[in-house]
C-alpha cells in the first residue's frame, strides 16, 4: 500500500521518540511532518528531522494557546526564530485562532489576529505551505488566511461549518482527518464533504481518542484516521492512501511516492 504521510504531529512531546518513529515506520507511515508552538518544540522540530532526514519534516509555528504565556520580549523570540529558521522547515506551523472560552480568557481575539498576521507573512515571504489551527474560528481563520494572499494551506481537524468547509475549498485549501474520525460527528462531517483531492491525513499525536477507550496517539495511528477516512468515503483503503498521501506531497513539496 502507499506509504501514508501524518502531515500534522507534536513529534517533541513523544515519550519515545525513537519507538514512536520505528513503529510508524512498521505501521506503513513514510512521513511525519513535526509541528512546532513555542520557540522550545521549534528547536526540538529541527533537531529531530535533523535526526531522521526524509522522514521526519519540520514545520516552525506559534500555537494561539501559546501566546498567553509569553511576555512581549518573548513573544519578538518567538517570531523571530520563525522567520530566521523558517527556509530550514517545510511549513509555518501550527499557527492560527482558537475562540475557546478559556483560551480567550487570556490571549483575545485582536492578540491572535495580530500574531496570525505576523507569522502568514513570514510563510508568504519564504513560500512555505500553512498547517492552520481553527477552533470555533473558522470564519475569522478562513478570511484572514485569504486576506493575507495565502495560496497553500491546511485547516488541520477541521470540524467546522459546511458553509465554511465550501469556502475554503474554493479558495484551494485542505482540511485534515485525525483519529476522531471514528467517532466525532462534526469531524465526519466535513470529510464526507471534502473532495478527495484536498484531504489529508493527521494524528495530531499525542491527543488522546478514543470515546469508549482511551487511548494517546502516535504518528502510527494515522492509519486509524485512514480506515476511518475510506470508511466514510466508502472506497478502499488503498484508494484513501494513493489520494492523500498525493495530496500531502503536493501541498508540502514532498517528493511523489515517498
Ligand atoms: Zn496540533
Known amino acids: 500500500m502507499t506509504g501514508l504521510i501524518d502531515t500534522h504531529a507534536h513529534l517533541d512531546e513523544m515519550e519515545d521518540l525513537a519507538a514512536a518513529v520505528g513503529k510508524a515506520g512498521l505501521a506503513g507511515v513514510a512521513g511525519i511532518i513535526a509541528v512546532g508552538q513555542d520557540l522550545n518544540s521549534n528547536t526540538r522540530n529541527l533537531e529531530m528531522s535533523a535526526s531522521y532526514p526524509g522522514y521526519v519534516y519540520p514545520a516552525l509555528g506559534l500555537h494561539p494557546w501559546a501566546i498567553s504565556r509569553l511576555d512581549e520580549a518573548q513573544l519578538e523570540q518567538n517570531i523571530g526564530f520563525i522567520s530566521d529558521n523558517l527556509h530550514r522547515a517545510i511549513a509555518l506551523g501550527e499557527v492560527g485562532l482558537d475562540y475557546d472560552k478559556r483560551v480567550l480568557k487570556t490571549a483575545g481575539r485582536d492578540i491572535q489576529k495580530e500574531v496570525l498576521r505576523r507569522l502568514l507573512a513570514l510563510a508568504l515571504r519564504h513560500d512555505k505551505p500553512v498547517s492552520l489551527h481553527s477552533r470555533y474560528a473558522w470564519k475569522d481563520a478562513l478570511q484572514e488566511v485569504i486576506n493575507a494572499g495565502i495560496t497553500k494551506l ?9 458553509s465554511t468547509l465550501t469556502e475554503l475549498i474554493e479558495a484551494g485549501y485542505y482540511i485534515s482527518a485525525t483519529p476522531a474520525a471514528e467517532y466525532h460527528d462534526e469531524h465526519r462531517r466535513a470529510i464526507r464533504e471534502v473532495p ?25 495511528d494515522v492509519v486509524r484516521s485512514l480506515q476511518a477516512t475510506a470508511a466514510i468515503k466508502g472506497i478502499p483503503e488503498e484508494e484513501a492512501a494513493t489520494f492523500t498521501t498525493a495530496n500531502a506531497c503536493r501541498l508540502f513539496g514532498l517528493p511523489v511516492n515517498p
Open 154 to 162: 491546511v485547516f488541520h481537524w477541521y470540524t467546522g461549518f459546511s
Open 196 to 220: 478527495l483531492d484536498r484531504l489529508l491525513l493527521e494524528t495530531d499525536c499525542p491527543v488522546y481518542y478514543g470515546r469508549e477507550q482511551r487511548y494517546r496517539s502516535q504518528p502510527s
